[in-house]
């Protein structure tokens, strides 16, 4: 029998008893009674005695019920208080039952709904370990529980080739592979760990393929780096993937505390900038942080503030280097070279900044304002009635903007420079990478008079059939090919096989950075049409190049090279 059910029956035996006791008043009054106002008097009383026995019957139940929801009401806000384990109270586990049995199960699922959150919020949902938020929190409490005098350490480990995974077998596998390293950074953690719980290495996964260790605890550098290059070689091990054998890497900075740091964060950036240094080197090897990497870092830090003003300050200048005919032994045209005239370090070469530009964007606009002063000396050395062809370099960076091509062209014509005077250099790895798109806009401004020059052949990966249908006039031999061709018999059968294949697709061969009179017969004998470098001439300022070029050698020049 159900609680409702009992309920009615006990109101309705309730009420059936008020009728028998109002009936057997109403007949005792009528027999005993004999007076008519005596009998109005007997039957108003047993119409009140039947009202109040209803009334109670009535609300008897009413009352109950009423006490009950009051009852779960103050359950309810108890949870404003935190309260999410108390059950429901008795009085509504007596008459509401089903209520009270509701209530509870609410509670529980809300209590597991706080701690799968709790679990998600703190843990990496793919490989289990502690996400960046937990780390950090846990770390810091490590860290400030370590006394005066002892070292800990910090590792950053982020993996090599880890984008090819993702890119050839997709993310689904990309996420088994986390796991895969996630399991052997514990094995490599797990056998490190020695003593009490407050010395135990702290691994978590921060983001994408990057992964943190922190060790409370340690007896010296040597240590740790010992520790950094045990993860190297567990990493570099092959994994079994889905029936693929995936070769990958890891490159980790080592920061250690309080030498580098007294901060979690300042310790994940140290560690995080040895990482990188250690990527530059090739990947695959360990990094520990130290004050010459500090100021290395710095420096380009500064230097990235200070080129995002360099444009508006017109603090950049054009050297220019003649480029020799070994044919004729004139001047066909010079390279244009950026310089940088830094406010506080004096002139700067373009390995000191370009690359920096190049990472952060600002190569876009150094390059348009490359483009736009050498279409302004274009423009003044015509009127003079000088014209030479001026090479300078586009930024694959560049070449990203849908614009790029179409500003270009604007350039010169503003300026009322033909293209037939320019060349554009483009780097053998953005040669072979750009699309069809661009080749066919390059074609264009060839077709138009421009000349197209890939520089720096010899150092990247190139294709020969891309080679050889690129639109293209020149290649432009990279230094450290010509290197040794005075002394190294390989190194001249090198030379000679580029030459040779070069002609072969019907280009101009252009030497940079000749330096001594022997290279550049060298390169005569094997067929090099140009030659550049400091055999000939230095590169120039504008006017020191204009004299140079007018044969006023006899001038005192200083050089900017």
Same mark, same amino acid.
């Given at each position: 029998?159900?609680?409702?059910?009992?309920?009615?029956?006990?109101?309705?035996?309730?009420?059936?008893?008020?009728?028998?006791?109002?009936?057997?008043?109403?007949?005792?009054?009528?027999?005993?009674?004999?007076?008519?106002?005596?009998?109005?008097?007997?039957?108003?009383?047993?119409?009140?005695?039947?009202?109040?026995?209803?009334?109670?019957?009535?609300?008897?139940?009413?009352?109950?019920?009423?006490?009950?929801?009051?009852?779960?009401?103050?359950?309810?806000?108890?949870?404003?208080?935190?309260?999410?384990?108390?059950?429901?109270?008795?009085?509504?586990?007596?008459?509401?039952?089903?209520?009270?049995?509701?209530?509870?199960?609410?509670?529980?699922?809300?209590?597991?709904?706080?701690?799968?959150?709790?679990?998600?919020?703190?843990?990496?949902?793919?490989?289990?370990?502690?996400?960046?938020?937990?780390?950090?929190?846990?770390?810091?409490?490590?860290?400030?529980?370590?006394?005066?005098?002892?070292?800990?350490?910090?590792?950053?480990?982020?993996?090599?080739?880890?984008?090819?995974?993702?890119?050839?077998?997709?993310?689904?596998?990309?996420?088994?592979?986390?796991?895969?390293?996630?399991?052997?950074?514990?094995?490599?953690?797990?056998?490190?760990?020695?003593?009490?719980?407050?010395?135990?290495?702290?691994?978590?996964?921060?983001?994408?393929?990057?992964?943190?260790?922190?060790?409370?605890?340690?007896?010296?550098?040597?240590?740790?780096?010992?520790?950094?290059?045990?993860?190297?070689?567990?990493?570099?091990?092959?994994?079994?993937?889905?029936?693929?054998?995936?070769?990958?890497?890891?490159?980790?900075?080592?920061?250690?505390?309080?030498?580098?740091?007294?901060?979690?964060?300042?310790?994940?950036?140290?560690?995080?900038?040895?990482?990188?240094?250690?990527?530059?080197?090739?990947?695959?090897?360990?990094?520990?942080?130290?004050?010459?990497?500090?100021?290395?870092?710095?420096?380009?830090?500064?230097?990235?503030?200070?080129?995002?003003?360099?444009?508006?300050?017109?603090?950049?200048?054009?050297?220019?280097?003649?480029?020799?005919?070994?044919?004729?032994?004139?001047?066909?045209?010079?390279?244009?070279?950026?310089?940088?005239?830094?406010?506080?370090?004096?002139?700067?070469?373009?390995?000191?900044?370009?690359?920096?530009?190049?990472?952060?964007?600002?190569?876009?606009?150094?390059?348009?304002?490359?483009?736009?002063?050498?279409?302004?000396?274009?423009?003044?050395?015509?009127?003079?009635?000088?014209?030479?062809?001026?090479?300078?370099?586009?930024?694959?960076?560049?070449?990203?903007?849908?614009?790029?091509?179409?500003?270009?062209?604007?350039?010169?014509?503003?300026?009322?420079?033909?293209?037939?005077?320019?060349?554009?250099?483009?780097?053998?790895?953005?040669?072979?990478?750009?699309?069809?798109?661009?080749?066919?806009?390059?074609?264009?401004?060839?077709?138009?008079?421009?000349?197209?020059?890939?520089?720096?052949?010899?150092?990247?990966?190139?294709?020969?059939?891309? =080679? &050889? +249908? @690129?639109?293209? /006039?020149? *290649?432009?031999?990279?230094?450290?090919?010509?290197?040794?061709? !005075?002394?190294?018999?390989?190194?001249?059968?090198?030379?000679?096989?580029?030459?040779?294949?070069?002609?072969?697709?019907?280009?101009?061969?252009?030497?940079?950075?000749?330096?001594?009179?022997?290279?550049?017969?060298? =390169? &005569? +004998? @094997?067929?090099? /049409?140009? *030659?550049?470098?400091?055999?000939?001439?230095?590169?120039?300022? !504008?006017?020191?190049?204009?004299?140079?070029?007018?044969?006023?050698?006899?001038?005192?020049?200083?050089?900017?090279?």
């Amino acid at each position: 029998m159900t609680a409702g059910t009992a309920q009615k029956i006990s109101n309705a035996i309730l009420s059936c008893g008020a009728g028998v006791a109002s009936f057997l008043f109403s007949l005792g009054a009528l027999l005993t009674l004999t007076e008519l106002d005596q009998k109005v008097v007997a039957a108003l009383v047993a119409g009140a005695f039947c009202l109040l026995v209803s009334y109670v019957a009535a609300e008897r139940p009413n009352s109950e019920s009423a006490r009950a929801l009051s009852a779960l009401s103050e359950r309810l806000l108890a949870v404003e208080d935190g309260d999410l384990v108390s059950p429901a109270p008795p009085l509504v586990q007596r008459n509401m039952p089903k209520v009270a049995t509701a209530v509870d199960s609410l509670f529980a699922e809300v209590r597991a709904s706080i701690e799968n959150a709790h679990a998600l919020g703190m843990y990496d949902p793919v490989t289990s370990l502690p996400n960046r938020l937990h780390f950090r929190s846990e770390a810091d409490k490590l860290l400030h529980q370590t006394t005066a005098g002892m070292l800990s350490a910090m590792l950053f480990v982020d993996l090599d080739r880890f984008k090819m995974v993702n890119d050839s077998l997709g993310h689904a596998r990309g996420d088994q592979l986390l796991i895969m390293v996630a399991n052997r950074l514990r094995v490599v953690v797990n056998a490190e760990f020695s003593g009490s719980a407050r010395s135990r290495p702290l691994l978590a996964r921060l983001a994408g393929d990057e992964f943190t260790i922190f060790f409370p605890t340690i007896e010296s550098s040597e240590e740790i780096c010992r520790v950094a290059r045990r993860i190297v070689l567990a990493i570099s091990e092959p994994f079994e993937l889905s029936s693929h054998s995936v070769d990958i890497g890891a490159s980790i900075g080592v920061a250690l505390a309080p030498e580098h740091g007294q901060s979690v964060e300042a310790l994940m950036r140290a560690a995080d900038i040895a990482m990188y240094r250690a990527k530059g080197r090739g990947g695959g090897q360990h990094c520990l942080f130290d004050a010459a990497l500090a100021a290395d870092h710095q420096q380009k830090i500064d230097t990235e503030k200070a080129l995002g003003d360099a444009v508006q300050r017109n603090e950049f200048v054009l050297a220019f280097q003649p480029q020799m005919s070994l044919v004729t032994g004139e001047v066909v045209g010079a390279e244009a070279l950026l310089r940088w005239n830094h406010p506080r370090d004096g002139l700067r070469m373009p390995s000191s900044f370009i690359p920096i530009a190049e990472r952060t964007g600002l190569i876009s606009e150094v390059g348009e304002w490359v483009t736009n002063e050498v279409a302004s000396n274009l423009a003044a050395w015509q009127r003079d009635g000088f014209d030479a062809r001026i090479a300078f370099n586009i930024s694959p960076r560049q070449l990203d903007r849908p614009d790029f091509f179409t500003r270009l062209r604007q350039c010169f014509a503003d300026a009322g420079v033909p293209l037939s005077l320019i060349e554009l250099e483009f780097t053998e790895s953005a040669a072979m990478e750009v699309g069809a798109g661009v080749l066919d806009e390059i074609g264009a401004l060839r077709r138009e008079g421009a000349h197209v020059a890939i520089d720096d052949f010899g150092t990247g990966y190139s294709n020969i059939a891309r =080679l &050889r +249908a @690129m639109p293209l /006039d020149r *290649v432009k031999l990279d230094p450290s090919l010509i290197a040794d061709i !005075e002394n190294s018999e390989k190194a001249r059968v090198i030379v000679q096989a580029v030459i040779q294949l070069i002609k072969g697709v019907g280009c101009e061969i252009v030497a940079e950075a000749v330096e001594t009179v022997a290279q550049a017969d060298i =390169l &005569r +004998a @094997m067929g090099c /049409d140009v *030659v550049q470098g400091f055999v000939f001439a230095e590169p120039m300022f !504008e006017e020191e190049f204009l004299a140079w070029t007018g044969n006023a050698r006899g001038r005192s020049a200083k050089s900017v090279a």
